[in-house]
C-alpha cells in the first residue's frame, strides 16, 4: 500500500503494531503519541482517545482508515464499570471516526472497522459465515452496535468492512499470553467439556486479511477474519500442548471457571465455529491455515 495514504487508530495494540509494519508512512492515532513514534517507528502521530473527537485535519488526504482501537476485554472480571468502558471504546469511538469522516472535505475511499466473532454469540456446532444472524449476549450486542457505528459511514460514499476477528494467536501477546504460563507449568488442558469450537488466526494472517479488505473494492460489509479450520478446544490444547512440548491434560471445570472469572467465563468458553467464506470466495492465500502450522511458527519448544 505504498501509493496510498493510511490511517490507523489502535496502531500500538497487538494487531495494529503488526499493521503498521506492512504500511508505508501510516497516519497514527495514540494515546500516547510519543510512545508511538518510538515504538512503531512512525513520523505522523496525533493524540486520542476513543472518548474525544478527532483532531481536526487528521483525515486530510486519507485514502484508507483502520479502525482497531477499543479497551481490552480480557483480564479481570467483567464488572459493570468494565462493561461500560469496553462499549464506549468502540461504540463511541467509532461514532469519533465516521463524524471525523463526514467532515473531511475529501471523504477516504474505505472504511476498515475492527470487530469480533464475538457477534455471533455462542452457537454450539453451528457453522457460522457472514451470512449467519448474528446472537445475543454481552459482546454480541456491543459488536452489533460497533459495526452499526462503522457502517453509518456507507452513507457518505466511504465502502466499509467489518472485520469479525476470531482469537488471534501471536508471540508478544493475546490469548496464548495468558494461555503460556499454565502450560509451562504442565497443568494447561482443555476449559470445560473442551467441546466448544475456537476459532483462532495468526497475527500475519490478520493483517493480510486487513490489507485484503482495504483492497480488494467487492468486499464490503462483515468479514470473518479467522483461519479457514477452527478447532475444538480440547483438539486446540493438545496441540499447544504438543507445539510447547507440555501436557495438555489438567481440565478446568466450568463451574470452577464461573466461580474465578463470573461473567468473563462465558466468554472464555463460548463456542463459535466460524469460517471465513468471504475470504476463500475472493481467493486469501492463508500464510497459517493450519492450527499445527501456526503454533510451530510461534513458539520455540522449551
Known sequence: MTDRKTFVTGATGLIGSHLVQRLHDPRVLARDPAEARRNLGVNDALAWSSDQVVPRGALDGVDVVFHLAGDPIAGGRLTAAKKQRVRDSRVLGTRHIVAAIRDAHVKPRVLVCASAIGVYGSRGDEELTEESARGSGFLADICRDWENEALAASALGVR???????????????????????????????????????????????????????????????????????????????????????????????????????????????????????????????????????????????
Open 160 to 302: 466499509v468492512v467489518c472485520t469479525r476477528t476470531g482469537i488471534v494467536l501471536a508471540k508478544e501477546g493475546g490469548a496464548l499470553a495468558s494461555m503460556r504460563p499454565a502450560f509451562q507449568l504442565g497443568l494447561g488442558g482443555p476449559l470445560g467439556s473442551g467441546q466448544q469450537w475456537m476459532s483462532w488466526i495468526h497475527v500475519d494472517d490478520v493483517v493480510g486479511l486487513l490489507l485484503h479488505a482495504a483492497d480488494r473494492a467487492d468486499v464490503e460489509g462483515p468479514l470473518n477474519v479467522c483461519a479457514p479450520q477452527p478447532a475444538r478446544n480440547v483438539d486446540f490444547s493438545r496441540a499447544l500442548g504438543r507445539a510447547m512440548r507440555r501436557p495438555a491434560w489438567v481440565r478446568s471445570p466450568a463451574a470452577a471457571l464461573r466461580l474465578a472469572l463470573g461473567d468473563m467465563a462465558d466468554i472464555v468458553m463460548a463456542s463459535q465455529r466460524v469460517v471465513p467464506a468471504k475470504a476463500l470466495a475472493a481467493g486469501y492465500a492463508f500464510r497459517f491455515g493450519l492450527l499445527e502450522e501456526a503454533l510451530a511458527n510461534l513458539f520455540v519448544p522449551c
